[in-house]
């Protein structure tokens, strides 16, 4: 079976490398993007299987990051699990009218975190 991807875009380093490292573990291939033109950037190019996104980063946040892969066929199938330190009201109810499959709030339970990754990576069938 083939290697899942996942792109992990976040501007906190120590988060990206402890976060990589678990995926890693887990046996996953992992990508990182420290802003949101990069997010989408590395999204287009290279096509992850998810990704986990934070909101609050430069170069566009992680809504609008959301919008621009909904609104392109390359990568509007990838699924998107936002990772942030915001829990105010307005953030959550952004983050439940997206197309977020799964949101989690820093600091976050890393089995949690592995389990929701899991889930929800879509299938890969053999060919």
Known sequence: MAQ????????DESLVRALAMRLRAG???VLV?????????????????LILLDIRMPAGD??????????????????????TAF????TKSKVDSSAAVAYFRKPFNADELM?????????????
């Open 4 to 11: 899942q991807t996942i792109l992990v875009a976040d501007d």
């Open 33 to 49: 993007a420290m802003d949101g033109m990069q997010a989408v950037m590395v999204a287009h190019k290279q096509d992850p299987d």
């Open 87 to 90: 829990d105010d009201e307005l």
């Open 62 to 83: 992680g809504f609008s990051v959301m919008d621009k892969l909904a609104s392109s066929i390359k990568t509007q199938h990838i699924p998107v699990i936002i990772v």
């Open 115 to 127: 389990e929701a990754v899991k889930t929800a990576l879509p299938v890969k069938t053999t060919e």
């Open 27 to 29: 046996g996953y291939r």
